[in-house]
């Protein structure tokens, strides 16, 4: 059976913690995928910029973010994403 907490502490001692920004970055990631998947690059774009982001350390979305720019010929930040591949 549950109990009621016996103060507003123990609330907070129960609420979930928020995901961590690498957490959050992994879930724009595959947010991406699943567009890029389904045919809507240009989300897929902004899933992977959000995804960069957070975490700016992450080959994984750096080249996928390079990959779905040229598939769709948006050059406008491409210099600067090629820089960071490097």
């Known amino acids: 059976s549950l109990e ?3 103060s507003p ?4 001692a129960t609420a979930p913690s928020a995901p961590s920004t ?3 970055a992994l879930a724009h990631y595959h947010a991406a995928l699943a567009h890029q998947a389904s ?3 240009g989300a897929a774009v902004r899933h992977f910029r959000a995804a960069l982001a957070l975490q700016a350390d992450f080959p994984a979305a750096l080249c996928s973010l390079a990959r779905a720019q040229s598939s769709i010929c948006d ?3 491409r210099e600067a994403t090629l820089v960071s591949v490097r």
């Open 39 to 41: 045919g809507r690059v």
């Open 4 to 6: 009621a907490p016996d």
């Open 22 to 24: 690498e957490a959050q």
């Open 75 to 77: 050059w406008s930040s």
């Open 9 to 12: 502490r123990d609330l907070t």
